[in-house]
C-alpha cells in the first residue's frame, strides 16, 4: 500500500522527463539497467573480443590460415598470380600471397592499443537500441564510428610491416618479373592501402564473432556487468 501511495504521488512531483529517467532505474526487469550500464557493457563486450579474438590474429598465420579473415589477392593482382603460374613462378606468387597476411599479423600485434582507445573513447548514442539489434550490432557501430580514424592510424603500421617481413621487397621482384613479360599491362598497387582495409575487415570480423557469442551463450557473460546487460536481449 505504501508503494502504491508513492507512485500516485510521483507525477505531482516530477515531469515527463524526470519519470522517464526514475522509470529506466526502477528495479525488476529492464528497468534494472540504466543506459550508462548498457554502453559500459557494450564496451566490454567489444573490449572482449579484441582481447580474445583479435590477439588470434597476432599469431603466425593468425590470417593467412583463418579462412574467415585471409587476405586474398586484389583483383589487379590476381591476374598477376595466374601469369606468373603460367611461366613456372608459382612459388613465388605463393610467398607473395603469404606475406601480405605475414604484414597484418605483425601490424594487429603493433596496433591493438589503436583498437582499445577507440573502444574506450567510443560514445553509444543509443545504447538500448544497439543492444537490442542484431548480433553484432555494436561490432558495427564501432566500426562506423572509428573506420576513418583506425584507417588513417593503422595504414602507416601496414606499411612499417610490409617492410619489417619482407612483403614490400617480394612484391617489387613480383611486380618487376610481371611488368617485364611481353604483352601484359603494367601493375603498381597500392599494397598498403589495400592490406590495411582488409587486416581492418579481419579485425572487425573477429570482434564480432566475441559479440555474437555474448549474444547468445550465457556462459560467455564472464562477468556481472555483461549477465546484467545482456541479460535485456533474452
Known amino acids: 500500500m505504501k508503494k502504491l501511495y508513492i507512485l500516485f504521488l510521483v507525477p505531482f512531483f516530477f515531469g515527463c522527463a524526470e519519470l522517464q529517467s526514475i522509470a529506466t532505474q526502477l528495479p525488476g526487469g529492464e528497468y534494472g539497467v540504466t543506459n550508462t550500464e548498457i554502453a559500459s557493457g557494450l564496451r566490454q563486450a567489444l573490449d572482449f573480443g579484441i582481447d580474445k579474438q583479435v590477439t588470434?590474429?597476432?599469431?603466425?598465420?593468425?590470417?593467412?590460415?583463418?579462412?574467415?579473415v585471409r587476405i586474398a589477392l586484389p583483383a589487379e593482382l590476381q591476374k598477376v598470380d595466374k601469369t606468373l603460374r603460367d611461366v613456372g613462378l608459382g612459388s613465388l606468387?605463393?610467398?607473395?600471397?603469404?606475406?601480405?597476411?605475414?604484414a597484418a599479423e605483425d601490424a594487429v600485434k603493433e596496433a591493438t592499443p589503436i583498437f582499445v582507445t577507440a573502444v574506450k573513447e567510443i560514445t553509444f548514442t543509443d545504447a538500448r537500441n544497439i543492444l537490442l539489434g542484431n548480433n553484432t550490432?555494436?561490432?558495427?557501430?564501432?566500426n562506423q564510428r572509428t573506420e576513418t580514424q583506425l584507417y588513417a592510424k593503422f595504414n602507416p603500421v601496414i606499411a612499417n610491416s610490409l617492410n619489417?617481413?619482407?612483403?614490400?621487397?617480394?612484391?617489387?621482384?613480383?611486380?618487376?618479373?610481371?611488368n617485364?613479360?611481353?604483352?601484359?599491362?603494367?601493375?603498381?598497387?597500392?599494397?598498403?592501402?589495400y592490406v590495411t582495409n582488409e587486416a581492418l575487415k579481419g579485425v572487425f570480423t573477429m570482434i564480432a564473432i566475441e559479440e555474437?557469442?555474448?549474444r547468445s551463450n550465457f556462459a560467455a557473460r564472464t562477468t556481472d556487468l555483461l549477465r546484467k546487460v545482456f541479460g535485456l536481449q533474452d
Open 56 to 68: 588470434k590474429l597476432t599469431k603466425e598465420d593468425g590470417f593467412f590460415k583463418n579462412e574467415l
Open 137 to 142: 550490432s555494436a561490432t558495427t557501430y564501432l
Open 93 to 102: 606468387a605463393d610467398e607473395g600471397l603469404k606475406v601480405l597476411n605475414r
Open 164 to 178: 619489417k617481413v619482407g612483403a614490400t621487397e617480394v612484391w617489387t621482384n613480383i611486380i618487376n618479373k610481371y
Open 212 to 214: 555474437k557469442d555474448i
Open 180 to 193: 617485364s613479360i611481353p604483352l601484359t599491362n603494367k601493375v603498381n598497387p597500392d599494397l598498403p592501402d
